[in-house]
């Protein structure tokens, strides 16, 4: 039985705050990405912890300039795809879930 995937979707719509500046990262592959970080309050908090913390990263020049010009406390909407990205720590294997962002607004 062949599988159908046009029903599936990896989508994320974000609006957020910005908790930390813009930093390039450079990745072993010569790929530069920028990343930083939001908080998005839960809408209906079941424990104490009451935001999510989200790393977002920009691959393309456009929104990497524009991920640069933001300051902490900024409020953003953002659109992409989740992300899991995998690297060498050592004798192990680490990795990180990330938001690759495919548009940045700033409200």
């Known amino acids: ?3 159908e995937f046009s029903d599936w979707t990896n989508s994320v719509h974000l609006v957020g705050r910005v908790t930390s500046l813009a930093e ?3 990745l072993p592959s010569d790929t530069v990405l ?3 970080r939001i908080v ?4 209906k908090p079941v424990t104490k912890t009451t935001v999510d913390t989200i790393d977002l990263v ?3 020049a456009g929104l990497q300039r ?3 010009s933001l300051t902490v406390g900024d409020i953003i909407e953002v659109e ?3 992300r899991r990205r995998f690297w060498k720590a050592g004798m192990s294997v680490a990795s990180r879930v990330e938001i690759e ?3 940045l607004t700033k409200l």
């Open 1 to 3: 039985m062949e599988e």
């Open 66 to 68: 524009k991920a640069r």
């Open 40 to 43: 998005v309050p839960r809408a």
């Open 80 to 82: 992409g795809e989740i």
């Open 101 to 103: 962002m495919s548009s």
């Open 34 to 36: 920028t990343r930083f």
């Open 24 to 26: 390039d990262i450079h």
């Open 58 to 60: 920009a691959m393309k």
